[in-house]
């Protein structure tokens, strides 16, 4: 008897895309944490690092924040008819793609 391979559909894809955009956010914010962390116990304190860092923070959930707005201004283009569903999915597929891809490059170059 021979498995059949199953195809995972678009909107699980999509799915799982997203997830792995919240796990690479998290992972960057608890890398500025401890980032932070180490900074605030060498000595001596220096003024330009804690601003850095507190920049940095800033700086983090912005892509995030553009993709889930974004993400909402074509649903409502959705809801209004005016976009089709297949272009949402794939849009919204991408949209998280290029999140992860983000965030990796974020995570990457913190240090």
Same mark, same amino acid.
């Given at each position: ?14 799915? /799982? ?5 919240? &796990?690479?956010?998290?992972?960057t =914010? $608890?890398?500025?944490? #401890? ?15 804690? /601003? ?5 923070? &800033?700086?983090?959930?912005?892509? =995030? $924040?553009?993709g889930? #707005?974004?993400?909402?201004?074509l649903?409502?283009?959705l ?7 297949r ?9 998280a793609?290029? =999140? ?5 490059v ?6």
């Amino acid at each position: 008897m021979k498995l059949e391979e199953r195809d995972l559909s678009e909107t699980e894809k999509t799915k /799982i895309s997203w997830m792995i955009v919240y &796990l690479f956010v998290s992972l960057t =914010l $608890l890398s500025l944490m #401890f980032h932070a962390w180490d900074l605030s116990h060498v000595q001596p304190f220096r003024w330009h690092d804690a /601003i850095d860092v507190g920049l940095q923070f &800033l700086i983090c959930p912005f892509p =995030l $924040l553009m993709g889930i #707005f974004f993400r909402g201004l074509l649903r409502k283009e959705l809801k209004k008819n005016l976009l089709s569903a297949r272009t949402y999915q794939i849009c919204d597929y991408w949209i998280a793609q290029l =999140l992860v891809y983000s965030y990796m490059v974020m995570l990457m170059i913190s240090h």
